[in-house]
């Protein structure tokens, strides 16, 4: 063990728990990933408490403070603190012992593992776009050009008609199978743009986690692995989101433009997990599969996916990142109360029973904001019946859906 960096074997603890049946093999990679990540690698630990530390939120405790440091400095948190539940209540009563600033969240162990992939990527890469606007219509046309432009819409549909074929051989098709997607030649141009994109978002992508106090497992422009602390969460996701759509669909180097990688969108999973008791293998596993069923379930794809360690996931449109950013605060502040999903299955019963359609996306958003009222001091969070929009299986489900994503979201509180 000395050979691969282990020094002392009590410390093997922190990658290895009671009971487990591992193999000699398993044994060794254990070993090497603790020897050699040591003195390089952040523990999920500190990636938990390491956002509040830097904000000196636990300079009025010292003891408490020191303990931090020690799991920042790669102390196994378990032996800090004596065990999972120990620093789990030590940390909740923070804010009494710390006199923390009441307007950010207690410490806690849990963090969030933030798992993203852009949308039809295998499209983009083949050339298959999205559909374009078309040109104006002739009556928005100024007097004299109108020649001109019927001259370039003939050229216009001469050029369509051969990329179609071009396209159908690329089997280039739109949404559902059919042919409304248009096709863009791949030219050692359109690659190089695409590649450049990748790793000028990529280079975002690590910016902002790292300043938001994560730890970015990898990241490819494409696709996102990183580990934050929950008070950060989301505002990884906007901004990740907001950096992968460009500047109007560009990315802006000094005088040049290069286009974007947001010709689809990109969907995220963000999952709460406990930096002790869960296992970060099992957790980043399950965060990626329900980032998968998110873009299966949610209408366009552009989806994101919260879940909780303890069970709970919700879908919702990346874009309203921010709206469950807002319930969680309300929570906290204890405007929203937590029993809210539990009441709205409640009031959702076996239910809505009317069949579909537009009545019954009202309906529904009826019940929700009814419920979110009676359960709230000072009004709901605005939007908050969009969370309806994200699943296309009809309003009962819509409703079940928002019920999982307010549950999971309670875990930011």
Same mark, same amino acid.
């Given at each position: ?28 990679? $254990? ?10 690698? #952040? ?10 530390? $830097? ?10 403070? $020191? ?18 539940? @120990? ?18 969240? @207690? ?163 963000? $999952? ?89 996306? #009202? ?51």
């Amino acid at each position: 063990m000395a050979q691969i960096g282990v020094q002392n074997l009590a410390e093997l603890a922190k990658v290895f728990r009671p009971k487990e049946a591992l193999g000699p093999v398993d044994v060794l990679k $254990r070993a090497l990933y603790y020897g050699v990540s040591r003195d390089r690698v #952040e523990s999920v630990e500190a990636v938990a408490l390491r956002w509040h530390y $830097r904000r000196g939120y636990f300079k009025n405790c010292p003891d408490l403070q $020191r303990r931090v440091e020690e799991v920042l400095q790669g102390a196994d948190a378990e032996a800090v603190f004596t065990s999972p539940e @120990a620093a789990d209540k030590t940390l909740a009563q923070a804010p009494q012992l710390c006199g923390g600033d009441p307007a950010i969240p @207690a410490p806690t162990l849990m963090y969030a593992i933030i798992r993203a992939d852009g949308d039809n990527i295998g499209k983009l890469i083949s050339g298959c776009l999205p559909p374009a606007q078309r040109p104006p219509v002739e009556d928005r046309l100024v007097e004299g050009d109108k020649g001109q432009w019927e001259e370039d819409q003939r050229r216009l549909e001469k050029l369509e008609k051969a990329v179609q074929v071009l396209g159908e051989k690329a089997k280039c098709r739109g949404a559902g199978g059919g042919a409304e997607a248009r096709y863009a030649v791949p030219s050692p141009a359109y690659y190089a743009a695409l590649s450049a994109s990748m790793m000028i978002t990529a280079l975002k992508d690590a910016y902002i986690v790292a300043k938001h106090d994560g730890e970015v497992v990898f990241a490819g422009g494409d696709d996102l692995l990183a580990f934050a602390p929950l008070a950060a969460a989301f505002h990884i996701v906007k901004e990740s989101r907001e950096a992968y759509w460009g500047e109007g669909g560009f990315h802006k180097i000094g005088p040049y433009s290069l286009p974007a990688l947001a010709a689809y969108g990109k969907s995220y999973s963000v $999952r709460a997990a406990h930096s002790i008791t869960d296992f970060m293998a099992i957790e980043v596993e399950e965060a990626t599969r329900l980032l998968e069923k998110a873009k299966e379930a949610v209408r366009g794809k552009d989806a994101l996916a919260i879940s909780t360690s303890t069970g709970h996931a919700g879908f919702a449109k990346a874009r309203h990142a921010a709206l469950v950013e807002q319930i969680a605060e309300a929570y906290r502040t204890g405007n929203l109360s937590k029993n809210l999903p539990y009441d709205l299955e409640r009031w959702a019963g076996d239910g809505l029973r009317c069949g579909g359609g537009e009545t019954c996306r #009202e309906a529904a958003s009826i019940i929700l904001t009814y419920v979110a009222s009676r359960n709230s001091k000072n009004g709901i969070p605005s939007r908050l019946e969009e969370l309806l929009d994200a699943v296309a299986d009809g309003a009962d489900a819509a409703l079940k859906n928002a019920a999982e994503l307010l549950k999971a979201a309670r875990e930011w509180a």
